[in-house]
């Protein structure tokens, strides 16, 4: 089943006194429930552009966006709020993302009761689930963002999605804020969740490692636009546009890994979560 269905999307913004941006240039895709679509490009192609504008953060100036075959500038306000809780996103910056005022117990609670997800006498169990679903110990409850780690804080960021019980996750950038050794249990921990889940997710990044191991579907963004598109491996081991070959070539490191990687099981390359 589609999920999302994006045609001809244009994102240009006008900044007073200066020239338009056009951020996102006609870009075209889909999404169907469950999958995982990995979005690539260099700094500044237009990739959280496009996410803003997916999830309703910001107006698209053209084209069509289109959610169950629903078309989001057209849907009746409740249908828009119920649009805005199955669709979330999850920053890169997880400590930041954060209220600093309130502990991890706070965060959960606050969502569940604001969205009303579960009755009230539900809500404690319910905030354990979901600590457990991102592997994270009851230890943490009453902590606040800053005692605890950047990865534990992107944790509680995708607990805090999953309070609302969504059909569809955009990851913009969740792990290249962390440490390398943290970045591979997240990665770890959204694909777990894809599968169990049956999420589907939308994986923005600009290491093509991290997309390759993680989604179905690869989209190669460049200026605006996406360029090269397909199934993950086809895309990045046969390369079709010059743009893609030229993002492959300009990081050797992942070249090499993404050959070492394809060798190994991907269970032995993400190791599980601690
Ligand atoms: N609010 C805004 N007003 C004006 N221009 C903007 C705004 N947000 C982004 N831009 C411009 O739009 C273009 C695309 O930016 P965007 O943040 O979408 O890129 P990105 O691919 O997410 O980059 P990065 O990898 O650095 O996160 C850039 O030229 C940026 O300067
Ligand atoms: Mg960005």
Known sequence: MTLLNVQDL????????????EAVRGVSFSVDAGESLGIVGESGC???????????????????LRFKGQELSRMAPAAFRDYRRVVQM??????GSLNPRMTVRQTLEEVLHVH???????????????????????TVLDAYPREISGGQCQRISFARCLALEPQLIIADEPVSALDVSVQARILNLV??????????????????AVVRNICDRVAVMYAGQFVESGPAAD????????????????????????????????????????
């Open 10 to 21: 244009h994102v240009t913004y006008h900044a007073h006194g200066q020239k338009p941006v």
């Open 90 to 95: 999850v920053f890169q910056d997880a400590v």
């Open 116 to 138: 009303r997800m579960v009755p009230a006498n539900r809500v404690a169990a319910r905030v354990r689930e979901l600590l457990d679903r991102v592997g994270l110990p009851e």
């Open 191 to 208: 694909r777990t969740l894809q599968k169990e889940l049956h999420l589907a997710v939308i994986l923005i990044s600009h290491d093509l």
């Open 235 to 274: 895309v990045l081991d046969a390369p079709k546009h010059a743009y893609t070959r030229e993002l492959l070539a300009a990081v050797p490191d992942v070249g090499r890994a993404l050959r070492e990687r394809a060798q190994r099981p991907t269970s032995q390359l993400l190791t599980p979560s601690s």
């Open 46 to 64: 237009g990739k959280s552009s496009l996410a803003k504008t997916v999830i309703g953060l910001q107006p698209p100036s053209a084209g069509s």
